[in-house]
């Protein structure tokens, strides 16, 4: 045996408990219980020092019901921009208006359910009628934005999150960022309901917003480039992931090398012999210079919505008071963007 290993600890049960000591004993075993661990103990070292964190939030993880998780992360600032996919900002933007996603079972008849207007995601229904309104809400919004220039994702979803705020009701993800000046990028808005809503109220001349795409990837490399140092939580992967990580690419277009985020984490079911895992391992990304050399990673291959949860409450137990006292990035966005 080498000098720094050390033997597994039984996982001893105890009915009292918390949350983050149940963490802390997963970390004695092994398997993915110990990489639950070390992710929390990684997102914890993120919150010592002058550290920018990004969220990289992919899959159906609104409808299966981690909205107010993301919330948490937002108010409590254990996250500081938040790159996402246009769905889970559009089912955030269902809930808010008051409408619901549903407990079902993913083994069903489906052509019942296209005949009752109920879309399913796995186990999880939603009315189609219900789906319908939210997406006009989308068309009747964006015909009340400038149309005579290009906006942002940022700039749209904090306007549509002000919206929302104003409107009362329990807060979600698009409020809870408004409120928190926390910056939301969708790289890919016409991959979701966004882009189809956008698309009718084109075609009836109900509104002709454009979204500057590039403008969003600019404003992000600039947020890297201001940052000491980064840190980075993928759930899943996709375009959200792949945006955070190519940013460390192109610091020279501000005059700064970057070398890379300096502690990542990710939750993931991919597998990475398909040669994908949604954007590559941490390992692989070390050769594209997109997480340094020396950076504390882990990846754990676990549901989002079992581990997810798990590691964000017992980061809220251990970690409240460092996280209340980090600085925290702050950022100054506006058509010209500049950041303090």
């Not at 010592?48 to 409808?63: C, D, Q, Y």
């Not at 939580?233 to 792949?242: E, H, Y």
């Not at 501000?254 to 012999?273: C, M, N, R, V, W």
């Amino acid at each position: 045996m080498q000098k720094n290993e050390k033997p597994i600890t039984p996982f001893i049960v105890s009915q009292t408990c918390s949350v983050s000591e149940m963490v802390q004993r997963m970390a004695g075993t092994s398997f993915q219980a110990r990489n639950l661990a070390r992710g929390v103990d990684i997102w914890s070292q993120m919150f010592t020092g002058e550290r920018t964190i990004f969220l990289g939030l992919a899959g159906a993880m609104v409808p299966a019901g981690m909205r107010q998780v993301i919330v948490h992360l937002i108010e409590n600032r254990l996250i500081d921009c938040l790159v996402s996919t246009g769905a889970n900002l559009f089912h955030d933007l269902h809930e808010s208006l008051g409408r619901a996603h549903w407990q079902g079972q993913s083994c069903t008849d489906d052509q019942e359910l296209a005949n009752s207007k109920i879309y399913r995601i796995y186990d999880t229904f939603v009315s189609a009628e219900e789906f319908g309104r939210t997406e006009k809400f989308v068309i009747s919004f964006s015909s009340t934005l400038e149309q005579d220039r290009a906006y942002t994702t940022r700039e749209f979803f904090f306007q549509l999150g002000e919206t929302l705020s104003g409107m009362g009701g329990e807060v979600g993800i698009l409020a809870a960022a408004a409120k928190a000046n926390l910056p939301i990028y969708c790289p890919a808005p016409a991959d979701s309901v966004y882009g189809t809503a956008l698309a009718e109220a084109r075609v009836k001349g109900e509104s002709q917003l454009l979204f500057d795409v590039i403008k969003d990837t600019v404003e992000l490399i600039q947020i890297a480039c201001c940052a000491s140092s980064t840190g980075v939580v993928f759930i899943g992967g996709g375009t959200p992931k792949n945006f955070i990580q190519q940013i460390e690419l192109c610091g020279d277009l501000f005059g700064k090398e970057l070398k890379g985020h300096q502690y990542a984490i990710q939750i993931t079911t991919d597998s990475p012999q398909w040669g994908g895992l949604s954007g590559c391992t941490f390992e692989e990304a070390r050769s594209w210079c997109k997480i340094t050399p020396d950076a504390a990673t882990v990846t754990i291959n676990s549901d989002a919505t079992i581990a997810l949860p798990i590691m964000v409450s017992a980061l809220s137990e251990s970690s409240a008071k460092i996280i209340e006292n980090r600085k925290k990035p702050s950022f100054i966005l506006g058509r010209e963007i500049t950041i303090q």
